[in-house]
């Protein structure tokens, strides 16, 4: 097990990027917010759960929190977690089993695409912002 706490942003990171291009699930405990039972409605309270759950994809948000996003093994639903939220973790070695989601939510039926060139990796995220703009402007190839 892993705890975050005593290790850098950076080698939580690297590992959770070789889980996804593994295809290997993680168990994590996690502090999450906490919702109305009645109103359903989030509380503000932090409360910790613990999950398994299989890594797709990783981003940062507008507000420049770093989430992983990943499916919950449990409920095969589709759940979003903080890195700066991640307590502690133990990746496995089994493989995926739940259906994955595209960047668009949609399904996919396939383990998610392995990028092996840092010019790859670089393509993909610019990709996500504006693909037409970024990759004429630094000429790489789509």
């Known amino acids: 097990m892993k705890i975050t706490g005593r290790q850098t942003t950076t080698a939580t990171l690297t590992d959770l990027y070789r889980a996804i291009d593994a295809g290997h699930p993680i168990t994590m405990a996690f502090l999450k917010e906490e ?5 359903g409605r989030k509380t503000g309270r932090l409360v910790e759960t613990i999950r398994t759950v299989e890594l797709y994809d990783l981003r940062t948000t507008h507000q420049g929190d770093i989430i ?7 409920t095969g639903e589709a759940r979003t977690i903080r890195l700066d939220r991640i307590l502690n973790y133990t990746i496995h070695r089994t493989a995926y089993t739940v259906p ?11 383990a998610p695409e392995v990028f092996y060139t840092a010019q790859q990796l670089i393509a993909r995220e610019f990709a996500r912002e504006d693909r037409a703009y970024l990759l004429d402007k630094y000429g790489l190839a789509a």
Do not use: F, N
């Not at 919702?35 to 109103?39: I, M, P």
């Not at 992983?68 to 449990?74: F, G, P, V």
């Open 35 to 39: 919702r109305d039972q009645e109103t």
């Open 100 to 110: 994955h989601l595209d960047s668009d939510g949609l399904p996919v039926a396939h």
């Open 68 to 74: 992983a996003r990943a499916m919950d093994r449990e």
